[in-house]
């Protein structure tokens, strides 16, 4: 099993950023890839960013360009820094990892989730 704990979300101005943080405890290991969704009211979830163990990333066309994963192994932490927010990136927003070796499968689904931290974006 794997536990996944988010933190840093909050209110922000848009064109503001935020850090958000997910500490991974459990069974980890170098097939462990890690990610973000974020689920916005009256909307599905949706894929936002992945990582795999060796740094590999993938992310969503709505947040290429502002918004970047990045991990730190040793602390079993992934970060999601985003920048330039906008209204639209509202949302609750959940860390997940799925045993793949395949950054991009990520998106399709994964083996735990986080609870989740809300992301708030004002005009």
Known sequence: QVQLVESGGGLVQAGGSLRLSCAASGRTSS??????????????REFVAAISWSGGTFYADSVKGRFTISRDNAQNTVYLQMNSLKPDDTAVYYCAARWTSVVATLQHGCD??????QVTVST
């Not at 097939?31 to 599905?44: D, H, N, S, V």
């Not at 735990?112 to 931290?117: L, S």
């Open 31 to 44: 097939t462990l890839a890690m990610g973000w969704f974020r689920q916005a009211p009256g909307k599905e």
């Open 112 to 117: 735990y989730w986080g609870q989740g931290t």
